[in-house]
């Protein structure tokens, strides 16, 4: 994710447009410890973390990128159960295991696995990116790497139990006027022109929106969700894949 002032304003735009996050938090309460300390690690500008938030006890937030988690903490500092850290994961240990792990669009699956071997003791929730071509480029570009799929046949490879369900939901992108546009499309766009891009090329992607975003962009995310017991993990094996890696 590329923070900056401009993607943080959009994407708190998104957040507050659509339904989007809590359609998924709604998906995934029914897996996770409703009297438990539930982690959403990279969270972003923690707007999933307070749908969480919404149905379980307690929930912390974590966000590398310091532009974000100051974002996350201001637009929420409103919600008693949520709290928001800035900095490394790998680096802010909870004082007591999590009892669930969200990684929502973050990391890779080893990532996120030795994450949650480490710091969470019940469930590690991984929602992957399920598509084959970039939903933000106002041409069709193939994506080479699948999350979802590259995750799914990691675990079967390291003999890791999961369960899998796929989900898809409405997440496009309002915007308040053509220039908004143009800067989402140049931020997100995998097109080797995305700098040329223009308000017409944008105006020809967009719907009517309502007030007070006069245009939004139409587009579904399709993802999968992927669960493991963190009890299923073997750190070992995971240190041994990561030195080959290295």
């Known amino acids: 994710m590329q923070w900056t002032d401009v993607s943080v304003r959009l994407m708190h735009d998104f957040a507050e447009y659509t339904d989007f996050y809590k359609k998924l938090a709604a998906f995934l309460a029914p897996h996770l410890d409703r ?9 972003g500008i923690g707007y999933l973390g307070r749908e969480i938030a919404s149905s379980c006890r307690l929930v912390t937030g974590v966000e590398m990128n310091p532009l974000a988690a100051k974002a996350a903490q201001q637009y929420h500092a409103d ?15 909870p004082s007591e295991p999590y009892d669930d792990m969200v990684c929502c669009f973050f990391g890779s699956v080893l990532e996120s696995l030795m994450i949650a071997k480490r710091q969470c003791k019940g469930r590690l929730i991984m929602v992957k990116r399920d598509m084959d071509h970039h939903r933000f480029s106002t041409k069709y570009v193939k994506l080479w790497k699948q999350p979802l799929i590259e995750a799914t046949y990691a675990l079967e490879e390291w003999g890791i139990p999961f369960e899998k369900y796929d989900l898809t939901l409405e997440a496009g992108q309002p915007f308040r006027n053509l220039s908004d546009g143009v800067d ?9 022109r995305a700098a040329q891009i223009t308000e017409q090329e944008v105006y020809t992607r967009l719907s009517k929106g309502r007030e007070p975003y006069p245009y939004y962009l139409p587009m579904e995310r399709k993802m999968g969700i992927l669960i493991v017991n963190t009890k299923d993990i073997d750190g070992g094996k995971l240190c041994k894949k990561l030195s080959h890696l290295l």
């Open 35 to 43: 009297n438990g300390h539930i982690c959403d690690a990279g969270c």
């Open 79 to 93: 919600i008693a159960n949520y709290t928001v850290k800035s900095g490394d994961i790998y680096l802010l240990p």
């Open 184 to 192: 989402f499309f140049t931020l997100y766009s995998q097109e080797f």
